[in-house]
């Protein structure tokens, strides 16, 4: 088809009326296609034939109705390949009408028929340029693609970042922009890794656009010439590790996607069978070893695995098709993505596929809807959506309008699908119990009865000869288990086997197998030699299986109780809330309804009642009342709840009725994420068990081998020295001891085969019985899900098992000072009159003027006077205030009046026009500001000034009319558990350091209140993070170093320590950066968290000592090597034992549940009162990090430093600073009465010592 583009000038255009004329006249011309005319342009942009009509014919007609118009000049065009995205071949006359509007462009085309990626621009080079063309194309929905050949990477270091909303943000706003091929934004390594077409967007371009959102970017490596020009950018220039080799290529060509871009997404798979770790590490090495894969994650108790895949190469399906062919059933969980919500809906009146394609296309015009996807024969709709842009009722109600009524679906959440998956494992096992029973224990009966009635098995009841009635009775209750309930563990074995793995099934089925098989051909052949009965195993299938359903049974109970924490947390999401609309003027409430909590939008406004659960996270805008927050903070005391306040969804609401705003609503709710983050945690391993799992991988190859070896050991025993052994054999030997042994009958004797062959099988079975490879595999993992989870319900949640196992290791603890150790806001802390007997100028009137003036006032400084006055007087609103002028670093001025009715108001005297108007002129500021206003300040006031000034206050001087009538001291206050969680710390012998950006005098006022003695003063928030890689540089190896903050602007520090613990986050737990996180501002849960991880990592061990010692004293007592000292065990008694190990773990790390945080104020004690005396003393405080002591890790002090010589040695001077602090403390308690000066001396030779 022969379209030609041109721009015509028409002038004479007053209003819209005349571009629809022009418009309307022109398209019904045959041979003009489209005619697009723009007012504020005074341009035309038409498509037309040109074989049909010529250009100038068309402004002749223009002109004809009353417009001047020419064709637009085109001095200076240029042409421009693009390849776009989202046009369709029939959609290609629309889009070359939209392009043509773009300002500049004379002429669209699409060379290549059939393809509509691909478009020829010809635009005015004096109008427009290539980038804002590309800008252009961008915002009316056409996506500019870069042309893979040109494709570049650079790496940009981006400051700033606190959390993962930042990296979302910096994602989404780098992927906007034209010419993006792809972004890896890395929160740890604060770095962005770009992949662009520098012929679409310059570098330099991205790096504003990120500066833009107030990071700061430093250009590491760039192929664009331009901006590596401009950033002088260093080929030394450090980036991540295993970027290196990349840094040297000047550019890259892209031929293909999937080598380049590290694309990989994370799916979550449920998977039933797992018994050991053994099944996990067979999982683990199999799918490490397909294609796509780049990393595995299995957890045993969760029954759940998180795996890391390339998308290019497989899809979740496939990943769960190849762990059902190793013989475990598995199923993808629902994956739900940052910041996206799914909502599932069961819709009405849908006829035919066309419905089907209405909804979908309707949905998805809606902003924020991601995808929409609906079934026709289910009548079910699933829409994913950006629950900030919009709800679930919007897409309700526009399903409503087009027609098609939608209802909720009721879905349970993943972890409750998981809770279904294991109460459907555990009522398998139980039903496995109890068909075993009704087999194993008549078999148990039977055998201990023959045993008890005919001691000597020759004089048993004979069915035939070779057969005697007991075998019999023995095969037929062996048989039906053998063969049906067995079934399970023989396809699970093969499976196993079949994938190069062994598992405990293994040992079962071989056990089993062994003792079946072999009882028959005994049997079998005494009946063809006609022979006596012989002894047989036939009683080991049933009762072996009967006892591993029994454990695994009650292994499954066990576990249950293992997730207790995150099913308290799963049951406080409330099912429903009490939606309500508000009267705009007058506020009162018009209508409410009921509504599932799911369909709550942000900005709803949400009725609480006493009583009631308040349905998401929101803040309070009417109402007073008291929360329980104990299920998510661990505080047991209400938490009082008033206009402004922040509620927390899933909290109980006591007292008074609440109007809440919704803030947060579906995956962003605290609750949500505090789920998450205890499911992720009980997921991840601790370190410790990699041990577990090394040895898993061995553990049944090793056990099949001991038993072989045990079996051929015994036969060699057997026919060396078969004099010897002839009496441990169970025809020789019965239960009851010597006075058992049997007396054959003449004939009867059984021959030296039997006897040799009957020790022999019955040791190499019970060795495979009783090796138990799960108890070693549940000693972490249970410790782990408990510790967490118990973590969770007292506020402190830690993601993970590393950070868990890590804390224990903590020698070195550093604080944060402002949020961390202090409030994190200044507050008065101190206010002096310096006129003390006038009765005019008195402290009500110094808080009313200084009130009534900082109330302007946007300081942290005066906001916090203006808090405390108003918090003085009771009142919101204080005097008048005008002429408000303020400089910053040295005060304020300004008039004052109407301040009188406050001097009396606590009598009760209120109205203010029975008052004197008096306007008072006020400064308010430093020294300097006293002096710049002509005010002399005193020796007296100065001295006062400067004993606050010592203490790390900051002192406000305050002056009315002229004189200076008081002070008011401001700082920012530690918290009042701050001492005694640092001698709490101290006292367990931890290293604790105070680092801070603030100046020396402060930081060592702080550090003398709580008793640290190691300061670091001036420190930027950029050097805490080399702040705390050096300390780690030059700790001992296996020792860790924790950084306390409050997760704000230390987030770089909390990522680089070993432990990164983040205090006071409140609703906001998704602190990236912070291993621990802990919900309450409380300091004291520092210590909580460390004592929770000493407590877990000793259950671990303990767990492992078990099971270590099980196995390793169970296995030789099996294979018979104690039979010199009468101890032996049967088949039946090893398969007790084996069931019973594993279930004695869990138990064990169920103990973890009754862990309860210390209560700070036991550590108030004697002890803290000698260290409170002198916590001020010795202090050491540097400025800046520069002077960081650095201890190589190989020096001679490195390895001294934890050594046994110098605990003894700290021993010994702790011993001599302990009975001088004894004597000292007598003597400071009489100095005290007495009143002398003896007491400083005393001090300072204590502080030397």
Known sequence: MDESTQQICINGMTCGSCVRNIESTLNKVPAIRSIHVSLENKLGTVIYNPNEIDINQIIERINTMGFNAELHA??????????????????????????SAIPGISNVVFPVKNDSSRVLLTYDKNQTDPYTIYQKLQSIGYKVNPKLENIVRAYLRVQGMHCNSCVMNITQTVEDLPGIYHIKVTFDDQSANILYDPDIIPLSVVVKEIESLDFQVAVVTANDTDISKENNVSSNTPISSGENSKQSKPRQTIAKRSPVVDDTETCSISIIGMTCASCVDSIERNLSKVEGIHSVRVALLSNKAEVEYNPEYIIPSQIAHLINELGFRAEVLEKVESGVDIIDLSIENMTCASCVRKIETSIAKLPGVHSAEVALLTHRGRFKYDSSKVGPRDIIRELDAIGFPATLVSEDSKASSLAKIHRRETRRWRNSFLLSAIFGVPAMIIMMAFMYKWKNHEEAPQVMRGLSLENLIMFLLSTPVQWISGRYFYIQAFKAIKHGSANMDVLIVMATTTAYVYSCIVVLFNIYQNLPSPITFFDVPP?????????????????????DALTKLLSLQPPQGTLVQLDEQTGEILSEKTILAKLIQRNDILKVLPGGTIPTDGRVIEGTST????????????VEKTVGSQVVGGTKNLNGMLLVRATHVGHDTALKQIIKLVEEAQT????????????????????????CVTLISWLIIGYTHYDKILKYSMYHHGMMGEGSTMHHQPGKEPSKMEVVLELAFRFAITVLSIACPCALGLATPTAVMVGTGVGASQGILVKGGEPLEAAQKIRTIVFDKTGTITQGKPTVVDTRVFFANDPHWTLKRLLALAGTAESGSEHPLGMAIRKHCKDYFGSDQLGHCEDFNAVWGYGLTAKVSKIEYLMTKGNGAGDTGLFHDKIYSVLIGNREWMERNSIQVTHEIDSAMSKHEHDGHTAVLIAANGI???MIAIADRIKPTAPLTIFALQSMGLNVLLVTGDNVKTARAIASQVGIK?????????????????????????????????GVNDSPALARADVGIAVGTGADVAVEAANVVLIRDAL????????????????????????????????????GVFLPFNISLMPWMASAAMALSSVTVVMSSLLLRNYRKPDIQTYDNHEFILWSMNKGKNISVHRGIDNLERTPNGSLISSLRGSRLAQIFSGAVSAVKQQTSTSLYDKQKAALLLNTNSLDDDMEMHAVL
């Open 543 to 563: 009762m072996l299986m009967m006892f591993v359903a029994l454990g695994r049974w009650l292994e499954h109970i066990a576990k249950g109780k293992t997730s």
């Open 964 to 966: 200076i009538i008081g």
């Open 627 to 638: 929360c329980d927050e104990s299920l998510l903070t661990g505080e047991s005391m209400p």
């Open 1084 to 1119: 004291e849960d520092v210590l909580g968290a460390i004592l929770l991880s000493k407590k877990t990592v000793r259950r671990i061990h303990l767990n492992f000592v078990f099971a270590t010692i099980y196995n390793l004293f169970g296995i030789p007592i099996a294979a």
């Open 684 to 707: 991840s391993k601790a370190p410790i068990q990699a041990l577990a799992d090394t040895i898993a991988g061995y553990f049944v190859p090793v056990v099949v081998s001991v038993s």
């Open 1014 to 1046: 190691n300061v670091y003063a001036e420190v930027l928030p950029t050097q805490k993070e080399r702040f705390i890689a050096t300390l780690k540089e030059n700790s001992r190896k296996g020792e860790k170093v924790a950084m306390v903050g409050d």
């Open 74 to 99: 085109t001095t200076s065009n240029d042409n421009l390949n693009v390849e776009l995205g989202g046009i369709s071949d029939e959609n290609i006359p629309t889009a070359t009408q939209r392009i």
